[in-house]
């Protein structure tokens, strides 16, 4: 099985829509074949099987995008390459075998889309014999060593730099030290490599330059740095201001955040820009207000989300919020858990922190960042992305949030 | 915007802000340009600045020559490259030549627009390449559009500047989506990085930069490998710095161009590898050119002359598992 993917045609491609298939499932393809249509954030280009074979599933609907690399279609080779392999290129009676029915035209089109393999293909790359290429040449100049002693050690004739680059390495270092240079991400060049150099001198070195020892960032770490970064690109800007929360102070059976997330799902609910978010160029708007809440321990920040929050009453929404912390704990979070915000609220509050502002989660429109409570205020700091949201509508927006955490309605539960 | 769109775009600021732009060439008034890339000119500013002209080459690049020695600002439009040769006499022994001849006392700025390159079954006479001869005239400056933020940007700079320009466009090209940053400061000299990788350094101008982007993420599965795609953009003179540093990142060089490998224009682009990079070169370099025959009508044999996705991806797949990738 063959598998085609979304290719990447442009450098800051990172997905890719597909505008139209030109095959079907259970159609043969040849080598070559235009396959479907795609477009980059640049241009539209053909897609081209590179193998021959049968289209045996087609895996994403056309309009649909994908990420580079996502699977489109699965050709089945199979049954494909050994009849066309077998055939000569340009073999005309191929076309009898199809039913007399098939239109002539139908015939046509599909020997348009078929092109050549170069037939002459594995005469023309020259195949070398012996020899050693110039950088392979000049790294074995620089550090001294006899070409011929590289080559008994890498057991071939046609060198390269890496063969070299094994060979000062396995010279020069023993197994055990090699693998504690790669845990440091040391170069063996560190070193003067004039004699065996043992565990003690790297681990001197080690020491008396107190190189750390890197760790390879973890997907969830990965995932974050993406996320952080692409939301450092918007188009933001903050409204500061403080909330008056004697009323929901007062409640100390629920957290502030559940309070907020409350107040907040019902303001989002007159405004609809705080439900947009941006997605393929067009604008979604949700029917229901889900908020994303920044959760975290020292290691590890996640973005749950309170799906429908304006549905919810404050004792879900406090569930809810316990639940994150045991998924959290627990190390439990699944993507589902992630998606479907289009605000977020990051509390650093029962840290002490007074007051700070809070960068925008993933594709959501806005963030509000909360602090701790001052004499009965909360400074409430939101970032929003202003592609959705002008400052005229974040200032009502912030209006509607002070006058609702002080109507007595909403804490009467 | 597509890439005919883009070309036209420039063309109608720079005539829109320069009453001394002029264009002329075979339909490119009433006709809107045998690729449509002045369409609507001819109905903006007028025919004395939108010039039909017959079929004659030498006359078109000839008059253009004379317009730009009288203080015009001309684009001569030829239909397709293999028409230019009528006009070469032109060409190089004027337009490249006069300044010099002059002791700098006359100044061309002009532009001569250069579609060309294997379309679909236009055969031998309708299909070549001529920038290896191009740029092998001292005196001229040869741009080459693959990408269409770049046909924008590059065709204006080419107009507004005072030396005399050969701006290649690709036949197939001209439909091609793209978007364009109008904000941008674009130096045309400058290769475009396509993609960045670490392994192997694919270098390429014109339409063979999309085959080659179109080949790549087979070329990476096959050799677990990483390519760097590089569009040379302007391809006299040669941004080398750009591909100097590439290389010593890469230490493997595939140049990868359409038109015919004996003489082909990639020959300069190895040759000042093999001089200038030879001791960052790990693997012989390759390159991948169109055979050395008259491009045939036989759209299959058409393809089998020239390079194509797929036979890029299978020769450098080769290549790299013979040459330790």
């Known amino acids: 099985m063959y598998e085609i993917v979304m290719p990447q045609l442009s450098d800051s491609m990172d997905e ?19 396959i479907a249509e795609v477009e980059s954030d640049k241009a539209i280009m053909e ?10 599933e087609i895996e994403v609907h056309e309009g649909e995008v994908v990420p580079v690399g996502h699977v489109i279609a699965k050709i089945n080779i199979e049954n494909g390459t050994a009849k066309t392999t077998e055939e000569p290129e340009f073999q005309e009676e191929k076309h009898e075998e199809k039913p007399k029915e098939k239109k002539i035209e ?8 078929k092109t050549i393999k170069p037939e002459n293909l594995k005469a023309s790359i020259k195949e070398v014999k012996s020899g050693i290429s110039p950088k392979a040449r000049a790294k074995a100049a620089q550090y001294g060593i006899d070409v011929e002693k590289v080559e008994q050690k890498a057991g071939h004739k046609v060198l390269h730099v890496e063969d070299v680059a094994v060979y000062l390495r396995e010279h020069y270092f023993t197994p055990k030290v090699l693998k504690l240079l790669d845990e440091y991400g040391l170069d063996i060049a560190t070193f003067t490599l004039d004699h065996k150099i043992d565990i ?26 993406a996320n952080v970064n692409a939301s450092a690109q918007k188009p933001i800007y903050h409204l500061y201001e403080y909330v008056d929360a004697k009323l929901f102070l007062a409640k100390e059976e629920y957290s502030i955040t559940a309070w907020l997330i409350k107040i907040f799902a019902k ?15 067009a604008l979604v708007t949700y029917p229901n207000a889900s908020i994303a809440i920044a959760v ?53 509050g029962m840290l002490g922190v007074e007051r700070f502002d809070a960068m925008i989660n993933k594709d959501d429109a806005a963030i509000t960042a909360i602090g701790s409570a001052v004499n009965g205020k909360i400074s409430v700091t939101l970032t929003a992305d202003h592609r959705l949201i002008n400052g005229y509508e974040a200032a009502l927006f912030i209006q509607d949030v002070k006058k609702e955490a002080q109507n007595p309605l909403n804490f009467k539960e | 915007m597509l890439y005919r769109e883009a070309l036209n775009k420039a063309y109608d600021e720079v005539m829109a802000a320069d009453d001394t732009v002029v264009t002329l060439g075979e339909d490119v008034g009433l006709y809107g340009g045998s690729f449509r890339v002045t369409e609507g000119l001819v109905e903006k500013y007028g025919e004395k600045r939108v010039i039909d002209t017959p079929i004659a080459e030498l006359s078109i690049v000839g008059n253009a020559v004379g317009m730009a020695i009288g203080g015009l600002r001309p684009v001569a439009e030829l239909m397709t490259g293999n028409f230019s040769l009528l006009a070469f006499d032109q060409i190089i022994n004027h337009m490249a030549k006069l300044r010099y001849m002059s002791n700098g006392k006359l100044t061309l700025p002009m532009v001569v627009r250069f579609p060309q390159g294997v379309s679909k079954q236009l055969a031998a006479q309708h299909s070549e390449s001529y920038e290896q001869m191009l740029c092998a005239v001292p005196g001229l400056k040869v741009l080459s559009v693959c990408d269409v933020n770049y046909a924008y940007h ?25 978007e364009v940053d109008f904000s941008q400061k674009l130096d045309p000299f400058k290769a475009r990085i396509v993609k960045e990788g670490s392994d192997i350094t694919i270098v390429s101008y014109l339409k063979m930069v999309d085959d080659v982007m179109l080949a790549v993420p087979e070329i990476e599965k096959e050799l677990e490998c990483s390519c760097e795609v590089i569009d040379l953009c302007s391809l006299n003179p040669v941004d080398y710095k750009t591909l100097g540093e590439s290389i010593e990142k890469t230490s493997r060089l595939v140049m990868v161009e359409e038109d015919h490998k004996t003489g082909g224009y990639g020959a300069q682009i190895v040759s000042w590898a093999a001089e200038e ?37 299978l020769k450098v797949i080769e290549w790299g598992k013979k040459n330790n990738v």
């Not at chain 1, 897609?47 to 045996?56: H, I, P, R």
């Not at chain 1, 015939?107 to 889309?113: A, D, F, L, P, Y």
């Not at chain 2, 700079?157 to 793209?178: R, T, V």
């Open chain 1, 16 to 34: 890719g829509k597909l505008i139209s298939w030109k095959v079907k499932e259970g159609q043969k393809v040849n080598l070559g074949d235009v």
């Open chain 1, 47 to 56: 897609v081209q099987s590179f193998k021959s074979g049968v289209v045996a």
């Open chain 1, 106 to 113: 139908q015939v046509q089109r599909q020997e348009e889309q």
């Open chain 1, 200 to 225: 003690a001198e790297v681990q001197e070195f080690i020491t008396n330059n107190e190189t750390p020892l890197p760790k390879k960032l973890s997907q969830m770490q990965k995932a974050i740095i």
């Open chain 1, 267 to 281: 303001v989002m609910m007159e405004h609809e820009a705080f439900r947009s978010r941006l997605k393929n160029d």
């Open chain 1, 296 to 348: 975290a321990d020292k290691k590890d920040l996640y973005m749950p989300v309170v799906k429908d929050a304006n549905k919810c009453s404050i004792d879900e929404i406090a569930k809810q919020l316990a639940g994150f912390k045991n998924k959290l704990q627990e190390k439990s979070f699944t993507a589902e858990d992630m998606q479907g915000s289009s605000f977020g609220i990051s509390n650093l």
């Open chain 2, 154 to 178: 590059a065709l204006k700079h080419a107009i507004l500047s005072d030396d005399p320009y050969i701006f290649i466009e690709h036949e197939l090209l001209y439909n091609k989506k793209g």
């Open chain 2, 277 to 313: 990079m030879f001791y960052a070169l790990d693997a012989a370099p390759l390159r991948l050119a169109g055979e050395d025959v008259p491009i045939p009508y036989n759209r299959k044999l058409e393809l089998a002359s020239i390079p194509t996705p797929e036979s890029i991806a």
